[in-house]
C-alpha cells in the first residue's frame, strides 16, 4: 500500500528523537518520583534512605538499627544524616551507589525493594544537588576493614555517573562493627512533619525487628 503524504516513516520519527539528560529527567519527573513540593521532597529523602537501610541490613542477616538526624543549617537547608548498621558498602562501589540513579549490584543489591518508584537513595542525592548544589557525604565500613571510607559525592547530570569531590580513609565513630552513614543537604520544609513521624512509626510496626531512631529539630523518639 502507497504511504500517503501524512504517514511518517520510522527513520523520520527516529531522526525526531533524541536522548535527555538524568537531571532533565528528574526535572520533568520530580512529582513522580516523590520530590514535587519541598515539604514532600524531605519525607521521600527520608523515606528512601531508610527503606535502603532496612533492605541492606536484612539482606546481611543483621538485626536493623537505624538513625535519622535532621538539622537545621545556617544558610535555611536542611541536613538528613541516616545512619544503619548493615553490611557496610566497599570503596569502589560507594560512588556508584550514591552518585548513579538506577545502579543495581549483586554486591548487596543496595537497591531497594520497598521503595514505591524503586529509584533509590540517589534520587535523594540528585534532590539535594539540585536545590542546593552540596554534594551527599558518605561513611562507610566493612567489617573486614579496620577504618572507614569517606566520600562526597555528586551526581554527573549529563552522564549519569558518579561525580566524586572527595575521598580518604576516617575513624568509624559508631559502636557497631559495620554500617554506613549518609548526608544529604536538602532544600525541604517541615510543613510534613506529621507524615514524617506518621512514616517512622508505622516503618517500625511492619518491621518489628528493627530499631529506627528520629532526631529532628522539635522533638526526638526512638521506635
Not at 528512601?48 to 543549617?73: F, K, M, Q, R
Request: aromatic share 8%; hydrophobic share 30%.
Amino acid at each position: 500500500m502507497a504511504r500517503t503524504r501524512s504517514q511518517r516513516t520510522a527513520e523520520e520519527l527516529a531522526s525526531e528523537k533524541r536522548s535527555i539528560s538524568v537531571s532533565e529527567f528528574f526535572e520533568q519527573n520530580r512529582q513522580m518520583l516523590g520530590f514535587g513540593s519541598r515539604a514532600r521532597a524531605m519525607v521521600t529523602a527520608v523515606k528512601e534512605g531508610v527503606d535502603n537501610s532496612i533492605d541492606a541490613t536484612e539482606e546481611a542477616g543483621i538485626l536493623p538499627h537505624i538513625t535519622v538526624t535532621i538539622e537545621e543549617t545556617v544558610d535555611e537547608y536542611y541536613k538528613l544524616t541516616i545512619t544503619d548498621n548493615g553490611p557496610g558498602i566497599t570503596k569502589d562501589q560507594i560512588p556508584k551507589v550514591f552518585g548513579k540513579l538506577l545502579y543495581g549490584s549483586r554486591f548487596s543489591k543496595r537497591v531497594q525493594r520497598r521503595g514505591q518508584q524503586g529509584i533509590g537513595i540517589s534520587a535523594a542525592v540528585m534532590y539535594g544537588q539540585q536545590t542546593t548544589g552540596k554534594p551527599a557525604e558518605v561513611t562507610s565500613k566493612t567489617e573486614s576493614s579496620p577504618n572507614a571510607e569517606f566520600f562526597k559525592v555528586g551526581i554527573d547530570t549529563d552522564e549519569n555517573e558518579p561525580e566524586i569531590r572527595d575521598t580518604k580513609t576516617v575513624d568509624w565513630s559508631h559502636d557497631f562493627d559495620s554500617g554506613t552513614t549518609i548526608t544529604i543537604y536538602l532544600d525541604a520544609s517541615f510543613r510534613s512533619r506529621s507524615n514524617l513521624h506518621q512514616y517512622i512509626k508505622h516503618t517500625a510496626i511492619v518491621n518489628p525487628h528493627a530499631t529506627i531512631e528520629l532526631n529532628e529539630p522539635k522533638t526526638s523518639f526512638t521506635l
